[in-house]
């Protein structure tokens, strides 16, 4: 099922479009983050492409039509889940301004997803990338991208936290910085004595223009992306550690998985980290299992 074939560039928007552009206006509101807006704005207008636009027509029928062409696309199956979250989300909104009578999107069954153990750096790999990184003295800024790659590990920030950090949330006196998270929840994380210190040594050289409070910017003074950051983060690991899949979280990856494996419980590392369900940190349990089962196979006289 398509568009209706009289909707055309510059032709006043659909009732389902208006609907979507109150429910992106609604999220803004509850300040989700722009790179979560993004993201729910480029599947809802994907989705509107698909389906009838008058809202008494978005029927279970319509649903598992549009469902269908993301299985015919070739989509991972984490990509139709998403999807299929910013519909949830959407419909959501629909019920509660009583536009549509029930969420029709809860009852398209979910995607399975194979469970994958994230692939974890060792704390060795991982220190030797970031020593490597201190001695590249031709890097234009050094001094900021070690900041950012000890900062990564040590506090185990996503990359949009570590975007969005401004100065005043940082107390290196006592080793403390605040984070907001997702749904813009903040909390304290400790940093590393080596974050400290790479975050001093950054903060000597910033050149910030008028104004502006990002603790980590580009070269014309201005608050780093999410996507510059993981450039960044891409271009150390290619040229040191010959991985281009290393990414900003990897680095959280890590952090959380050495932590468990060296004797923290998995309480702490969910407030370290800042989820908001144990179980989404129970995962790191299972890596540190398997790196255990490794090196037990790998000594054990008996294995």
């Given at each position: 099922?398509?568009?209706?074939?009289?909707?055309q560039?510059g032709?006043?928007?659909?009732?389902?479009?208006?609907?979507?552009?109150?429910?992106?206006?609604a999220?803004?509101?509850?300040?989700?983050?722009?790179?979560?807006?993004?993201?729910?704005?480029?599947?809802?207008?994907?989705?509107?492409?698909?389906?009838?636009?008058?809202?008494?027509?978005?029927?279970?029928?319509?649903?598992?039509?549009?469902?269908?062409?993301?299985?015919?696309?070739?989509?991972?199956?984490?990509s139709?889940?998403?999807?299929?979250?910013?519909?949830?989300?959407?419909?959501?909104?629909?019920?509660?301004?009583?536009?549509?009578?029930?969420?029709?999107?809860?009852?398209?069954?979910?995607p399975?997803?194979?469970?994958?153990?994230?692939?974890?750096?060792?704390?060795?790999?991982?220190?030797?990338?970031l020593?490597?990184?201190?001695?590249?003295?031709?890097?234009?800024?050094?001094?900021?991208?070690?900041?950012?790659?000890?900062t990564?590990?040590?506090c185990?920030?996503r990359?949009?936290?570590?975007?969005a950090?401004?100065l005043?949330?940082?107390?290196?006196?006592?080793?403390?910085?605040?984070?907001?998270?997702?749904?813009?929840?903040?909390?304290?994380?400790?940093?590393?004595?080596?974050?400290?210190?790479a975050?001093?040594?950054?903060?000597?050289?910033?050149?910030?223009?008028?104004?502006?409070?990002?603790?980590?910017?580009?070269?014309?003074?201005?608050?780093?992306?999410?996507?510059?950051?993981?450039?960044?983060?891409k271009?150390?690991?290619?040229?040191?550690?010959?991985?281009?899949?290393i990414?900003?979280?990897?680095?959280?990856?890590?952090?959380a998985?050495?932590?468990?494996?060296?004797?923290?419980d998995?309480r702490?590392?969910?407030?370290?980290?800042?989820?908001?369900?144990?179980?989404?940190?129970?995962?790191?349990?299972?890596?540190?299992?398997?790196?255990?089962?490794?090196?037990?196979?790998?000594?054990?006289?008996k294995?």
């Open positions: 099922m398509s568009k209706s074939d009289d909707s560039d032709a006043a928007p659909s009732p389902l479009e208006i609907q979507i552009a109150r429910y992106l206006e999220r803004q509101r509850e300040n989700v983050s722009q790179h979560t807006l993004r993201a729910y704005e480029a599947d809802l207008r994907q989705f509107a492409a698909c389906v009838p636009q008058e809202l008494e027509k978005l029927d279970l029928a319509a649903l598992r039509v549009w469902l269908s062409q993301l299985y015919e696309q070739g989509l991972k199956p984490i139709m889940r998403r999807k299929l979250a910013a519909v949830r989300s959407f419909f959501k909104f629909l019920v509660r301004e009583g536009l549509v009578p029930v969420n029709t999107a809860r009852l398209l069954a979910s399975k997803t194979p469970k994958t153990l994230p692939r974890v750096m060792t704390a060795e790999q991982t220190n030797r990338l020593d490597e990184a201190g001695r590249q003295s031709e890097r234009p800024q050094l001094a900021r991208d070690v900041a950012i790659l000890e990564l590990y040590g185990g920030l990359v949009s936290e570590l975007a950090l401004n005043d949330d940082l107390d290196l006196a006592d080793g403390w910085m605040r984070v907001r998270g997702k749904g813009r929840k903040e909390r304290q994380v400790p940093c590393t004595s080596k974050a400290v210190l975050i001093q040594r950054y903060l000597t050289e910033r050149k910030a223009v008028t104004g502006e409070k990002a603790v980590f910017l580009n070269r014309f003074g201005r608050r780093l992306t999410d996507r510059a950051i993981r450039n960044i983060v271009f150390y690991a290619t040229a040191l550690a010959g991985d281009s899949s990414h900003p979280h990897s680095f959280r990856h890590a952090f998985t050495h932590l468990l494996s060296d004797g923290a998995l702490s590392i969910q407030e370290l980290l800042g989820h908001a369900r144990l179980s989404t940190t129970q995962k790191y349990t299972k890596v540190s299992l398997e790196e255990l089962m490794a090196v037990y196979d790998k000594s054990h006289p294995a």
